[in-house]
């Protein structure tokens, strides 16, 4: 099974342009989310969808946006890329119901905004 | 405000016991996880306690004193391969994880 699969693995990408990041989950999850990574904080959410056709902001949502058309994707996009958004981003999902709600995670896409 | 806090990073000798800290203050709890990280990898889920207590799984062992807001990472018979991070999170009143900056744990052959 392949789980969380995205794409790109990695991207560089000039200041002002714009970017889609795509999470695929095949596990049929009702929650997703997508966080950054950077060195020495913890993950921070962005953006989060509790099921289709609903989204929600995070801790740090400013310049990014999120749809939720299926179950099955989630894509992230840039506007307007700036460098303070270069980062490793994770896309996570969970099914959503019961005490755990266990949130796995997708390989990461390693973004730097030049 | 939130806060997950875990030393930054932990030296251990294979086949030795390590126990990885973790304290928090948050808006709520509904549930502690730990989850490892290897390097340039995604975070893989560990184990979660949301009541006070042991929970043992194998090798490793997590423990929750939700009065304390503390939990600890228990890590047995250390391999090289469990070097990596160790992140504790903590689900908030809002349902959502608050994550620590998570720790780095060197084995030494």
């Known amino acids: 099974t392949a789980g969380i699969t995205q794409a790109p693995t990695s991207q560089i990408l000039a200041a002002g342009r714009s970017m889609t990041l795509r999470c695929t989950q095949d596990?049929?999850?009702?929650?997703m989310y997508w966080y950054r990574q950077d060195l020495g904080l913890g993950l921070r959410l962005i953006h989060y969808s509790n099921t289709a056709g609903t989204t929600g902001k995070g801790e740090v949502p400013d310049g990014y946006s999120v749809s939720r058309a299926n179950t099955d994707d989630f894509p992230l996009t840039l506007a307007s890329a700036v460098p303070s958004q270069t980062s490793v981003y994770f896309c996570?999902?969970?099914?959503?119901?019961?005490?755990?709600?266990?949130?796995?995670f997708g390989p990461g896409t390693r973004l730097t905004v030049l | 405000g939130q806060n997950i806090d875990q030393p930054t990073e932990m030296t251990a000798t294979e086949g030795a016991i390590v126990q990885i800290n973790c304290t928090y203050q948050t808006s709520g709890f509904n549930g502690l996880f730990w989850y490892q990280q290897h390097a340039g990898e995604a975070p893989t889920f560990l184990s979660y306690n949301v009541l006070d207590g042991l929970e043992e799984k194998g090798r490793f062992s997590s423990f929750l004193s939700r009065s304390k807001g503390y939990s600890y990472l228990l890590l047995k018979e250390l391999q090289m391969k469990d070097s990596a991070s160790y992140l504790c999170a903590v689900r908030d009143s809002n349902y959502q994880l608050i994550w620590g900056a998570g720790t780095k744990l060197i084995i030494k052959p």
């Open positions: 596990m049929r999850h009702n929650a």
């Open positions: 996570a999902s969970s099914d959503g119901g019961g005490d755990t709600d266990t949130q796995y």
